[in-house]
């Protein structure tokens, strides 16, 4: 079984580097959503600090008594600027938080940012469609606009899917993960020492998390599916995917969370080798940004890698190969 | 032969040098005007404290007393119509809300009688005693009562009376109370309020004011299960086991103003030595919870750095204990100062560098001295001893350990930020700047807008105005200054006049001015670089004096830029501040402003453009709400925002990638 896992593991790798060009396509959708937010707050930075001399320290290093003052008035999309989302560690450790937590910390978000989450998330429906259709059929993914044609095709069945998906979202968030909070309050509220409270919301974050990626995994395939044999109906798709997932749950799991220990990996040197690097001139600068695009593209690559390995697995579960099933 | 003098001189040293020695020991460093003689059991069961007081209280000014007043506090607790509870509730803090029956807290006087001493004959008073409500008339406020006196109490005259009393310990509440078997048992006794020439100062308790008492001798005999462990104000004279399952823990300290104690069965002990540069020793004793003993070096080490940094700048600790109590969680009992004793609070995973617990074990023993030896009145003058304890803490922090990093908790683990360390100057300007304009420092405690208004004004502005002071003086005369003011009002209760009394000593009428303003005047501090104007010179032209033409024109060809810096006061707060002008020829030039006109320019003829330019360059005034507009340059970098928006980029594109995880 592990054999066969790695073989899906590197022909996953394999099938994103031939269609490499499809990583850099959503990267691109990932940069230029960003930079519409960033333009206004680069504004908002270069207004607040004006031509004063704390441009110069905040060059040199992290200018807290100058970040006190922007945070004290910071309005809309502003107060997303904090300690943690300026730093590469923080950055990440607040992301996999509102991961973990979306149902406590989305109200904080100011709707801009909310707005533009749910915009990045369907157009990544849009594009699923075509990266699918593309790593099962092997076709060039440019030639005669297939990517786009395929994502056309698919759009309204993986946004369907996504619908049906934020229903067992909202039952993990609402319903398990305010379970798991209520227990940990109480404890906290309850128990002699702090680390009662601790140690239950360390399980339950972590079965949280385990829940978000399990309940992804079911819904990656679910999609590979209405793909793969081009289903119409989704909560077929859905039930027949799941079906085969379910025999073949040990191998679905270790496939899924195999890829994201890798990218785990991934951000952990990076994030390093991001935190080592002086930012202190102009070219520093620029490096740190390239880094942190590398960082981007690596995370986006490694979606990618996900449901090309997922979908060769798939393939060999129910046996298609090229064409699709449905073709045939 | 030689010997046996040698020894038999040894002998008599010691005895002629051993009641000198007892009696050093005994000596008290004040006068003792309210001395606490007292003998309580606790009953666990039923949380409740019984017993009697002895109160020998001298009145020390020069008027006659008929009545005296005392507080309770804990009937703050007892319902909530309380005035305590009452402006929390206006708050919005839900304290008592989940309160069962058995939860309120009260103290009830069962008796209380004149004892024949002096000129005074036994009388029983229990039916003269009257609740007060001095601050706001609330007829449930139960926190103050007075009793007449057959004839007054004398200048100089003293006072003895028993009282007997039950106490109800509430669950946890503004710092006291019990919680499972942790008792942290505080404000918990009869106590007499202070009286001055004024008449008596004894206000109800509220929700945003601590204490004010006169200094005296406490003798407690605390009698409680064996099990327990005990640790109080002052020194353990013995603790007696006595047969039916409990033990009398007798505690006796001189010259404080308030008795507190804890007592819990799972108390880890840890008792050190400091030796002070005296050669005198102060022993640490650390109650600690059993599930932080990882912190224990860190909280001794604390302590220790508070002892010497404090003894060094504000007087010789004088006391022969100090304890340190780990409060237990959810006893809500963290961060409070008492005579000798303190609890400080921490999370079990904090990491060092993080400034817990040290941040709040420095604080707290530095109310031992601001509060404990300079006996502010805190209902009143809130700032003297918040706001200087918060300066000590920071100024104890920085010198022992360095700045603090930022620390964020994820998932239950504190994660240190090793580039983002927190400099001294970005301490309470946050908080400062949300209020600057909001009420004026010296307000009674309970006065104060709102609860954010109060803390910021008691505790950050005040920390700003003596590390600015601090910055303007210079180290070495404010240390000196400091130390004055400190020791000269040790055991005394000054106000702030007596503070600005010490300051114009050693800073000057100016200097008090500055203060006065900070103290008792509304508005904020703010400073501005508000412009860089280089103008080119034109060659002289027009008609000149014979010997002006030559001048204008040997001016010209050496200074051919006029500059003009325009500094702006934007606040309401009137300092004198530098000006730093920095030319392109790399010369600098540094002016004095005395910032008392709303704006000032200053004009010069220079070989070359100004570039650079800045109003209080070395940041001496802390309280400046708006740092930014301190400074200009006439060559701005862009890299400074781009690198701001570059790394929040980087936080977006992942966050969108990261949600995408929900289905997509």
New interface residues.
């Given amino acids: 079984m592990k054999i066969k896992i790695i073989r899906e593991y590197i022909e996953g790798i394999l099938t994103t580097g031939k269609f490499f060009q499809l990583v850099v396509i959503i990267f691109v959708v990932n940069l230029a959503l960003a930079l519409i937010l960033a333009v206004p707050l680069a504004n908002s930075f270069r207004n607040h600090l004006g031509s004063s001399l704390t441009s110069e320290k905040i060059v040199e290093n992290f200018d807290y008594v100058w970040w006190q003052e922007y945070r004290d008035e910071a309005q809309g999309l502003a107060k997303t600027v904090q300690v943690t989302t300026l730093t590469p560690r923080g950055a990440l450790l607040d992301n996999l938080e509102s991961l973990v937590f979306f149902n406590q910390q989305a109200s904080s978000l100011p709707p801009v940012i909310l707005l533009a989450m749910i915009i990045y998330g369907l157009v990544q429906t849009f594009l699923t469609g075509g990266l699918l259709a593309t790593y099962h059929q092997e076709r060039p993914p440019l030639k005669k606009g297939f990517f786009f044609q395929q994502s056309g095709v698919f759009f309204a069945r993986l946004l369907g899917l996504m619908a049906i998906s934020w229903v067992f979202f909202l039952v993990i968030y609402q319903g398990i993960g305010r379970l798991f909070h209520w227990f940990e309050r109480y404890l906290g509220r309850t128990a002699l020492s702090e680390r009662p409270a601790f140690y239950v919301g360390l399980v339950t974050s972590a079965l949280l998390l385990f829940l978000i990626f399990f309940l992804q995994m079911l819904f990656d395939y679910a999609r590979i599916h209405t793909v793969v044999f081009q289903e119409k109906n989704i909560l077929k798709a859905t039930w027949r995917a799941w079906k085969v997932v379910g025999a073949k749950l040990g191998q679905a799991l270790g496939l899924y969370y195999l890829i994201l220990a890798s990218l785990v990996i991934f951000t952990l040197i990076m994030t390093l080798f991001r935190e080592a690097l002086p930012e202190k001139t102009a070219l520093m600068i620029i490096v740190a940004w390239l880094l942190q695009q590398i960082l981007i593209l690596g995370t986006i690559w490694f979606r990618c890698w996900l449901y090309a390995s997922q979908i060769k697995l798939y393939q060999r579960w129910t046996e298609t190969s090229l064409p699709s099933a449905a073709e045939k | 032969m030689q010997q046996r003098f040698i020894s038999l001189g040894v002998i008599l040293i010691f005895l002629i040098s051993w009641p000198l020695l007892a009696q050093e020991k005994d000596k008290v460093f004040c006068p003792q005007v309210a001395n606490y003689n007292m003998d309580i059991v606790l009953n666990p069961e039923k949380n409740i404290i019984e017993g009697q007081e002895i109160l020998t209280w001298t009145n020390s000014t020069n008027q006659p007393t008929s009545e005296l007043w005392f507080h309770l506090y804990w009937n703050a607790f007892q319902n909530n119509r309380s005035t305590y509870l009452q402006e929390a509730q206006r708050e919005g803090r839900r304290l008592v809300a989940n309160f069962k029956e058995e939860d309120w807290g009260y103290c009830r006087i069962e008796s209380l009688a004149v004892l024949p001493a002096g000129n005074f004959t036994a009388v029983d008073l229990t039916n003269q005693m009257t609740f007060r409500q001095p601050d706001d008339n609330n007829p449930f406020d139960q926190t103050v009562f007075s009793v007449a006196l057959p004839r007054p109490v004398n200048p100089g005259e003293t006072i003895k009376l028993e009282i007997k009393f039950k106490a109800k310990v509430p669950r946890p509440i503004s710092r006291t109370g019990v919680w499972?078997d942790y008792y942290f048992i505080a404000q918990w006794f009869p106590k007499i309020g202070v009286f001055e020439n004024e008449g008596w100062n004894c206000h109800q308790y509220h929700a945003h004011s601590e204490y004010y008492a006169d200094y005296g001798t406490y003798d407690v005999k605390i009698t409680l299960p064996t099990a327990y462990i005990v640790g109080a104000t002052g020194e353990l004279v013995s603790s007696q086991v006595n047969g039916d399952g409990t033990t009398t823990h007798h505690f006796h300290q001189h010259s404080v103003h308030d008795f507190a104690w804890t007592a819990s069965p799972?108390f880890l002990v840890f008792k050190e030595k400091f030796r002070h540069t005296s050669g005198k020793e102060t022993e640490i004793t650390l109650l600690l919870?059993?599930?932080h003993r990882r912190l224990k070096e860190r909280y001794l080490l604390a302590v220790k750095n508070a002892l010497k940094y404090c003894s060094q700048w504000f007087g010789e600790y004088p006391y022969s204990t100090v304890t340190c109590v780990d409060p237990?969680?959810?006893s809500k009992s963290g961060g409070m100062e008492y005579p000798t004793l303190f609890t400080a609070g921490a999370?079990?995973?904090d990491p060092p560098g993080s400034q817990r617990p040290e941040g709040v074990t420095i604080h707290e023993f530095g109310h031992g001295y601001f509060y404990g030896l300079v006996g502010t009145n805190e209902f009143e003058h809130p700032w003297m001893d918040e706001g200087f304890t918060s300066f000590l803490d920071t100024e104890v922090y920085y010198a022992a350990y360095g700045p603090p990093y930022?620390t964020?908790r994820?998932?239950?683990f504190p994660?240190l930020?090793p580039?983002?360390?927190?400099?001294v100057?970005?301490e309470g300007?946050?908080r400062h700047?949300?209020t600057a304009r909001m009420d004026i420092m010296q307000r009674f405690a309970w006065q104060f807008m709102s609860g954010t208004s109060y803390g910021a004004n008691s505790y950050a502005k005040a920390e700003l105005m003596l590390r600015s002071l601090k910055r303007f003086m210079g180290e070495e005369k404010f240390w000196e200054m400091m130390k004055t003011y400190s020791t000269r009002h040790w055991f005394k209760h000054p106000r702030p006049a007596d503070f600005l009394q010490v300051v114009e000593k050693f800073a000057g009428s100016q200097t008090v001015d500055i203060l006065r303003q900070l103290i008792y005047q509304e508005g904020a501090l703010d400073y501005a670089l508000s412009s860089i104007k280089n103008h080119h010179l034109p060659p002289p032209r027009g008609l000149f004096d014979q010997d002006k033409q030559a001048l204008a024109e040997k001016q010209y060809s050496q200074n051919n830029y006029l500059v003009e810096i325009l500094v702006r006061r934007l606040g309401e707060i009137k300092v004198p501040v530098k000006v730093m002008i920095e030319f392109a020829d790399g010369t600098t030039i540094t002016e004095n402003w005395s910032g008392r006109e709303l704006w000032h320019k200053f004009v010069y003829q220079r070989p070359s453009p100004a570039v650079?330019a800045?109003v209080d360059p070395e940041f001496i005034w802390l309280l400046d709400i708006?740092?930014?507009?301190?400074?200009?340059?006439?060559r701005?970098?862009?890299?400074?925002?781009?690198?701001?928006?570059?790394?929040?980029?980087?936080?977006?594109?992942?966050?969108?990638?990261?949600?995408?995880?929900?289905?997509?």
């Fill in positions: 499972k799972r919870q059993p599930y237990a969680y959810n999370y079990f995973l930022f964020r994820y998932f239950g994660v930020f580039q983002i360390k927190i400099p100057e970005a300007i946050s700047r949300q650079k800045a708006n740092r930014r507009n301190n400074s200009l340059t006439t701005p970098t862009p890299w400074s925002w781009l690198k701001l928006t570059s790394r929040w980029l980087f936080w977006l594109q992942h966050s969108l990638e990261i949600l995408r995880f929900l289905g997509s």
